[in-house]
Each structure stands twice: as structure tokens, then as C-alpha cells.
């Protein structure tokens, strides 16, 4: 009986109905790829995209064949409304492209270019 309970089989309202975890608010996921030719960029930029509460699932170096970019690209891998104003917003910079990829399990990714100068607060 403890262990049902526990596990919201109580028989109460909403009994039967399972919560996934972010349904209520949708949250934007993004990957950070660094295209600017500057070191440590993916890492500046996945910080500040968390601070405005977006969920980064990796940050690396962009592919070679992508090549360095003067400019911030967010490629919008899944259509939802204002993903990529969200992440332009947070970041500063950047020209949004849809680019549907259903393979890709996010809603955007985010090829930093030489344009993106971050605007971290440092912390000791």
C-alpha cells in the first residue's frame, strides 16, 4: 500500500494520468556549435543561453565543413512558434533559418559565429 502511494496510485484525481516532466512549459532544447574560429566560444555561449533558461543538450566545435562564420546562425531543426526569436533574443545576434531535421532530437542549433561576444557576469 506505501509503495502506491508513493507512486500516485492512491485513486485520487487524476488518478490513471501520467505527468511528463516539461508538458506544462515547453522548453527549448539547443545544441551550441562553435563556428567562429574562437576557442572556448561553444562553452561562453551555452552558458549564456542557460542563464536565459534554455536547455542545451551539448556544446562543441562545429563540423569542418561548415567552415568559420562571421556571422551567428540559429537553424531551427523542429517548427515551433518563436524558438528561434527566443534563442536570437538570448544570444544578441543571429539570422534564424528553418532547416527541418526530424533525425535531431532538439528544436535548434546554434552555429556561433565571429559576431557573438558574450555577456557573462563572472562569479568567483
Known amino acids: 500500500m506505501v509503495g502506491l502511494a508513493g507512486c500516485g496510485g492512491g485513486g485520487g484525481a487524476g488518478a490513471g494520468t501520467l505527468r511528463v516532466p516539461g508538458e506544462s512549459s515547453r522548453r527549448v532544447t539547443v545544441e551550441v556549435l562553435n563556428a567562429s574560429g574562437r576557442s572556448g566560444l561553444a562553452r561562453s555561449g551555452a552558458r549564456v543561453l542557460r542563464q536565459a533558461g534554455i536547455d542545451v ?7 569542418a565543413a561548415v567552415g568559420t562564420l562571421d556571422s ?53
Open 57 to 63: 543538450l551539448s556544446f562543441a566545435n562545429a563540423p
Open 72 to 124: 551567428t546562425r540559429i537553424v531551427v531543426r523542429r517548427p515551433a512558434a518563436g524558438v528561434g526569436d527566443q534563442v536570437r533574443r538570448a544570444l544578441g545576434v543571429g539570422r534564424v533559418i528553418v532547416q527541418t531535421d526530424t533525425t535531431k532530437l532538439l528544436d535548434a542549433s546554434v552555429f556561433l559565429g565571429a559576431d557573438f561576444a558574450p555577456r557573462l557576469e563572472f562569479h568567483p
